[in-house]
């Protein structure tokens, strides 16, 4: 089982900052791709940023040249770095992870639980 837990969210003031963290655990043989997403009130989940299998870079053109996602391959870990937020920001976060599980060597899709992050003066 392998578990993808998302952390770094909050309240902040319209162009403020926030860095997201996510960490994967458990079985991994490997992570192929991770990314995050977002899903606002009465909306539909959306991509945010996330890097491809072949390491490239995608982003959301609601958030290029604000956000920057990074990661840690040694850590299982992904980053988000939120910068110049907006209120259309507001939504709850999410890390997803493409993962070959470790006995099985099979690929599976999980998804973390969710952080909030609200931008409001």
């Known amino acids: 089982q392998v578990q993808l837990v998302e952390s770094g969210g909050g309240l902040v003031q319209p162009g403020g900052s926030l860095r997201l963290s996510c960490v994967a655990s458990?079985?991994?043989?490997?992570?192929?791709?991770m990314g995050w997403y977002r899903q606002a009130p009465g909306k539909e989940r959306e991509l945010v940023a996330r890097?491809?299998?072949?390491?490239?870079?995608i982003y959301a053109d609601s958030v290029k040249g604000r956000f920057t996602i990074s990661r840690d391959n040694a850590e299982n870990t992904v980053y988000l770095e939120m910068n110049s937020l907006k209120p259309e920001d507001t939504a709850v976060y999410y890390c997803?992870?493409?993962?070959?599980?470790?006995?099985?060597?099979?690929?599976?899709?999980?998804w973390g639980q969710g952080t909030q992050v609200t931008v409001s003066s």
């Open positions: 458990g079985s991994i043989f490997s992570i192929n791709a």
């Open positions: 997803k992870a493409n993962v070959v599980v470790g006995v099985s060597r099979y690929e599976y899709q999980y």
């Open positions: 890097f491809t299998r072949g390491g490239s870079t």
